[in-house]
């Protein structure tokens, strides 16, 4: 059974830092791309950050510089350091394996106050 599991999100202020992690197993990681993804209410889900098995990332313009995506294939987790954060960074966010078939995490909020 494919799980993939959020965990890092919550409440913080305008600057701050929040780190997220998201845990697989069920899967071979080391041969998806992984990525995070933001939906807010109301609105589609959209990429944040992208990793691929060998390392290369690809970020959406609106946090690129402020936004680092990593993953331990050993561990099987990947992360997204999210420092200078902006109250339009709010949203939900999502882990998604995208190898042979796409998985999705179950989402974790943040919340970022001005």
């Known amino acids: 059974q494919v799980q993939l599991v959020e965990s890092g999100g919550g409440l913080v202020q305008a600057g701050g830092s929040l780190r997220l992690s998201c845990a697989a197993s069920?899967?071979?990681?080391?041969?998806?791309?992984m990525g995070w993804y933001r939906q807010v209410s109301g609105k589609q889900r959209g990429l944040v950050a992208l990793?691929?098995?060998?390392?290369?990332?690809n970020y959406a313009d609106s946090v690129k510089g402020r936004f680092t995506i990593s993953r331990d294939n050993a561990k099987k987790t990947m992360y997204l350091q999210m420092n200078s954060l902006k109250p339009e960074d709010t949203g939900v966010y999502y882990c998604?394996?995208?190898?042979?078939?796409?998985?999705w995490g179950r989402g974790t909020q943040v919340t970022v106050s001005s």
């Open positions: 998604n394996a995208n190898g042979p078939l796409a998985y």
């Open positions: 069920g899967i071979i990681f080391s041969g998806n791309d």
């Open positions: 990793i691929t098995p060998g390392g290369t990332t």
